[in-house]
């Protein structure tokens, strides 16, 4: 047999060879390798995994896990594990869905409406990787409460509620870092100079503004009601707030769960420096984590020469005001009544 021959022999061996193994390659990193019914499923990978620990997640999301593996191992994702949240889709293939977990997906975090730095944690946690204790921890050590001219006491007004983007395993002192710059940003010039010029802090219009949102729920109303606070404060008034009263009354229980629609007599001698009605001037820090709407609705509150506020049966979620004591004590009647008719005692 002649030279030529025996290349060509050769060659055809090898393209035969290159194309099974092209055809074995195809079939277990290329074909559809998924298990689930839904379009689209996230894998949460927790920080220093291992790539065993990684099996255990993936493997009920894979039809044939020897496929999985062998792509996984060949590209070297066995031994170079990634954290983070991971997008499957369905009928992806074994090599779509390696190259996936080497994507982490940024999550879209919100939060609002929280009365507690534990209840802000505890929503936090449900959204990525860091537990609520280790969150906690990172919003109330010293050098951070410092740095940011907070204290345990006011460190709710750090969180201006918004969404914002963080990868699922973003450790807790970086998120606690980004929303500190967020806090930063938010309070711009312009913000910080109209806090100014009302004779408050930030931090003081943040807490003003905290108890302007539990009293309405009306944005429209916000800034005549934060005019009557501010009124209270120049006259050196007591705010005598009842969302303050009834923060007083679930700290002192420390039960934030309960529902209070009712502030009684009693209440209002509670002592507590949160309470509005014996102390002057603001509480010691926010009782609520305010609307940018409350926070804007201070420092553009409405001016006007109301003093007084209750709640107006004729027009439900909103306040009548009034200027003088004698008028207050009409509309505080005819609210009482109103209370008294449908029930509530609580």
Known sequence: MNVKKII????????????????????????????????EVYVYIPSNSTYEQVVEIVKPLVKDFEKFDFVATSRNYSTNVKAGKFLFKKDMTSFDMVRSLRLNVPVKVAFNNQETLGKLVQRL??????????????????????????TEETILALFIP????????TPADKIAQKLAKEYR????????EKAKALGLTPIQVYTLASIVHKETAKVDERPTVAGVYLNRL?????????????FAIKKRSGNFD??????????????SPYNTYTNKGLPPGPIAMPDVSAIDAVLNAEKHDYIYFCANPDKPGYHAFASSYEAHQVNAK?????????GIDR
């Not at 940003?185 to 910080?192: A, G, S, V, Y």
């Open 234 to 246: 120049k006259q050196d008034m007591p705010l005598q707030a009842d969302p303050t009263v009834i």
């Open 125 to 150: 946690a449900t959204q990525l990787e860091p537990d609520s204790l280790k969150l906690e921890v990172a919003f109330t050590n010293t050098p951070f409460l410092e740095e940011n001219g907070l």
């Open 185 to 192: 940003i938010f309070w711009n010039n312009e913000r910080t």
């Open 162 to 169: 918004n969404t914002y983007e963080f990868y699922w395993n």
């Open 334 to 342: 005819k609210y009482a009544e109103w209370v008294t008719k449908l």
């Open 8 to 39: 060509s022999i050769i060659a055809v061996a090898g393209i035969v060879v290159a194309t099974a193994v092209g055809v074995y390659v195809y079939f277990k990193a290329f074909t559809p390798n998924t298990q689930f019914s839904q379009d």
């Open 258 to 271: 309960q529902e209070i629609k009712r502030v009684f007599f009693n209440d209002l001698r509670i002592n």
